[in-house]
């Protein structure tokens, strides 16, 4: 199994509250650095005892881990997108929508020669993202 594990540079509550607004991901594990039993790495910032350790997302049937990492900075996901198939349009247009508040739209959703509704989407983490719904009769993965 292979699962995305993204660092958040210091804003990963800020993205679990986004994504859980967005996409309905429920929260399966939280742990914060102030909960470590060792001690913190000499290159985070005094003040990260409340950021996010670690996390599990849940996602439909996905699960996503993530973190704040040990540095503040510039979000910098690059050479990837997360390929999101939902069961018909409206919502796949409702996730897309929501996605794109504060990111940047890649490729408009719409009707492909692949999909009756697909789009690409750079949320406001950078997170590069690809909404897709099924052609009818194919099964979704």
């Known amino acids: 199994m292979i699962q995305p594990y993204l660092f958040f540079n210091g804003r990963c509550d ?3 509250a986004f994504y859980r607004d967005c996409l309905g991901a429920e929260v399966e594990l ?4 102030k909960d470590s039993p060792d001690p913190l790495p000499s290159e985070m910032p005094d ?14 049937e996905c699960r996503i881990m993530a973190s704040d990492g ?3 900075g510039k979000d910098d996901f690059k050479g990837f997108a997360l390929s999101f198939t939902l069961p018909n349009e409206s919502e796949a247009t409702r996730v897309f929508g929501l996605l794109s508040d504060g990111g ?14 697909f789009g690409m989407v750079q949320d406001k983490f950078g997170i590069h993202w690809m909404i897709t719904v099924p052609e009818t009769g194919q099964p979704q993965r």
Request: charged share 20%; aromatic share 10%; hydrophobic share 40%.
């Open 70 to 72: 040990c540095e503040s």
């Open 104 to 117: 940047s739209v890649q490729m408009p959703i719409g009707k492909t020669f692949w999909s009756p509704c």
């Open 30 to 33: 939280i742990m914060r650095f």
């Open 14 to 16: 800020e993205a679990i």
């Open 47 to 60: 003040d990260w005892g409340e950021k996010v350790m670690h996390t599990t997302l849940r996602i439909g």
